[in-house]
């Protein structure tokens, strides 16, 4: 079993930085992409930002320019760098991994914006 682990989200002020991390407990094999979703209390679970085997990536809109999602393959890890934070960001924030059958997902971080 397949256990995502996040970390690194908290309380920031509007205009702060935060760096979320996310660590599966044992190798993944045949990955067809990584991301991070969020959800806010009474929305649904949203795309954040997604990044394929091959590096290609995507963005929400509401996100672009101001976060940037990574991966390291050595370690099974996807990261996400969220400059430039508003309060409309604040959500739990779930990693998940894309195999051709499955799709893992972390337990989620809360990521707290205060204005």
């Known amino acids: 079993q397949v256990q995502l682990v996040e970390s690194g989200g908290g309380l920031v002020q509007a205009g702060g930085s935060l760096r979320l991390s996310c660590a599966a407990s044992r190798t993944i094999f045949s990955i067809n992409a990584m991301g991070w979703y969020r959800q806010a209390p009474g929305n649904q679970r949203e795309l954040v930002a997604r990044?394929?085997?091959?590096?290609?990536?995507n963005y929400a809109d509401s996100v672009k320019g101001r976060f940037t999602i990574s991966r390291d393959n050595t370690k099974n890890t996807v990261y996400l760098q969220m400059n430039s934070l508003k309060p409309e960001d604040t959500a739990v924030y779930y990693c998940?991994?894309?195999?051709?059958?499955?799709?893992?997902w972390g337990q989620g971080t809360q990521v707290t914006v205060s204005s």
């Open positions: 998940n991994v894309e195999r051709a059958i499955v799709t893992y």
């Open positions: 990044i394929t085997s091959g590096g290609s990536t």
